[in-house]
Each structure stands twice: as C-alpha cells, then as structure tokens.
C-alpha cells in the first residue's frame, strides 16, 4: 500500500490538502500561536531526544552520527511511531517542524522510518495468524 507522507515548515501556510497536520518537535516554534497553525497534534515523541537535538545544532556530532543515533531512538522506542501511523493509514500525513532546512532535518528519517514501519505491519498483516484448520474436511476413505 502507499502512503502519502509530505514535510513542510511549521511557517507555512495550512493547506487543506495537508491532511493530519502533526507537530513533530521538542520545542514550541518561536512566536507561533496553537491556534493559527491548524494543528491535529503536537506529538514530541518521535522526535529527536533533547540530548541528541542539543549535540546537533551545537555541532558536538556530525550529521551522520546525528541520524544513526536518531534512527536508534526509533528502533529501541517502536510504539513512539503508532500514533503517526494512525495517521498515515487515514491519508495524507503532514509532519511539521520549525526547522529551516527540512532535508537537514530530523523529518526524513521520521519518514523513513513511518513507512517502513507501515510496509512492515503491511506484510506483517498478510501473513497467516495461524496455521489453517483442516479439521471440515472429512476424509472420505475413514
């Protein structure tokens, strides 16, 4: 199945065709009021640690340890995605961030790891919960 997950700035204008709009940061964006961002959430966390955001933009840790480590957040934390997935599987999914750069952002991992986590319940719910019963079927010969 395919999922329609798109990233935008918390600063730009709502859009109908936005779908669930969800907030996916730590922080409040500055200056911003809830109500004039036509939000359906603010979901903190899927997002970064506070520890890990604060080692980033303070360049202790390179953009690629930045997003093992995040990735890892994710994986030991899979219930942090249920809420978003929710989401998804209703339509389109915004993800929102106060970020200047989204594609520097956390949110493409996010959304990587959202539609992998979907693919994986997708096959996942394809598979036989249980080996089939045969025992309506009568041999005729016994």
């Not at 200056?31 to 890990?52: F, I, N, Q």
């Not at 599987?89 to 993800?95: F, V």
């Amino acid at each position: 199945m395919s999922y329609d997950i798109v990233l935008k700035r918390i600063y730009s204008p709502a859009e109908t065709e936005d779908g669930a709009r969800v907030l996916v940061d730590r922080l409040w964006p500055r200056g911003k009021r809830r109500e004039s961002l036509a939000l359906t959430e603010w979901y903190r966390d899927a997002s970064p640690s506070t520890l890990l955001r604060r080692q980033y933009h303070q360049d202790e840790i390179s953009e690629t340890v930045f997003a093992a480590r995040y990735r890892g957040e994710l994986r030991d934390d899979p219930a942090c995605l249920m809420p978003l997935m929710r989401h998804a599987r209703r339509g389109r999914l915004t993800l929102l961030s106060a970020a200047r750069h989204l594609d520097d952002s956390h949110l493409p991992l996010l959304r990587d790891a959202l539609l992998q986590a979907l693919q994986d319940e997708d096959v996942a719910d394809c598979e036989p919960a249980s080996p089939p019963c045969f025992a309506h079927q009568v041999d005729p010969e016994n």
